[in-house]
């Protein structure tokens, strides 16, 4: 699965890669949260949990930390040799650090910096010539117009010639040609008009549901109304609330995964990739690097040979 890409049929080798089947990581970076610093769990809700903090007295951040941690495994040693090549990145300023690094966060700050992390991609794309991998950059938390910069300026540095420009029909074959393994999404539209390699904001189907069944009914309730042109992403991660969390204080959300995934990846295997307005393209969901998520996602592309 690590070289899955390179192995592909000959014949998808010119299919768009928006009418393929791609393997995603839910918030990709939260293996190594830092336990002692701590974070919104979304920019668009940065203050629920410090208020919840404050009336409990800093009981309810121990209590939750088991539900915040959506992946399991390293981004190389394990999510991409498994076969992700989706990453959702969600990138954060740390209050009060006076250095010029950025984290990834989600309840927590991630001990590694998001420079550190991209180094070690581009070490593992440099083994694997002939992968490609998408990197979703959203959910800035305290970036001014200075960090944004900053932060391009490290995507480019790191990645330079390997990130691919922004094209209408992305086909691995003319990926392979030009010997590009990148592509960069980034939420926000002035640094996407300014920069050739950034690539729109991919859209992310998010549920918003506890259950599997009550997620898979949001899901094809979206599918009625099409699928976008490009790239776009079908999240089979569940959410929790803290009513959920503190109804089961014993549990955990990889527990929650593991006993939810035979119902959503037996959905999954239903569905095709390719234009129709039902398809799928990438498939996201948590602790990806464990059981066969990944292979039953890429093997839904053989339905689109012959």
């Known amino acids: 699965m690590d070289r899955w890409m390179t192995r592909i049929p000959a014949d998808l080798l010119d299919t768009p890669l928006y009418h393929l089947a791609i393997p995603g990581s839910h918030n ?3 293996y190594a949260l830092d336990k002692h610093r701590k974070s919104p769990v979304d920019v668009t809700q940065p203050d629920m949990l410090q208020k919840a903090d404050k009336y409990a007295s800093g009981l309810i951040r121990p209590v939750i930390g088991p539900y915040m941690t959506p992946q399991g495994g390293a981004i190389c040693m394990n999510q991409l040799n498994s076969g992700i090549r989706y990453c959702d990145l969600r990138i954060a300023h740390r ?3 006076t250095s010029t690094s950025l984290y990834f966060y989600h309840g927590f700050y991630s001990k590694a910096t998001v420079e550190m992390i991209l ?3 581009r070490t593992w794309l440099d083994a694997h010539p002939k992968e490609v991998v998408i990197l979703s950059f959203s959910h800035f938390l305290d970036l001014d117009d200075k960090r944004h910069m900053r932060l391009v300026t490290t995507i ?4 330079s010639s390997k990130l691919c420009p922004k094209m209408d029909i992305p086909t691995l074959r003319k990926l392979w040609q030009s010997g590009h393994q990148v592509i960069v999404s980034y939420d926000n539209k002035a640094m996407v008009r300014h920069h050739h390699f950034l690539w729109d904001h991919i859209p992310y189907r998010w549920a918003n549901k506890i259950t599997a ?3 898979i009914h949001t899901l094809e309730n979206a599918k009625q109304s099409g699928r ?5 992403v079908t999240g089979i991660n569940l959410t929790v609330d803290l009513p959920y969390i503190t109804k089961n204080l014993t549990e955990s959300l990889k527990g929650l995964v593991k006993s939810t995934n035979p119902t959503l990846l037996s959905w999954v295997h239903e569905q095709t990739p ?6 799928l393209n990438i498939v996201a969901g948590d602790f ?3 059981g066969r998520f990944a292979q039953i996602v890429v093997s839904l592309n053989s339905k689109l040979l012959g």
Do not use: C, Y
């Open 28 to 30: 990709a970076i939260t």
């Open 95 to 97: 209050p009060k650090d």
């Open 119 to 121: 180094r070690e991609i």
């Open 156 to 159: 480019e540095n790191i990645f």
């Open 213 to 215: 069944q009550d997620l």
């Open 228 to 232: 976008p042109r490009g790239f776009f």
């Open 274 to 279: 390719s234009s129709h307005p039902h398809s």
């Open 288 to 290: 990806v690097s464990e």
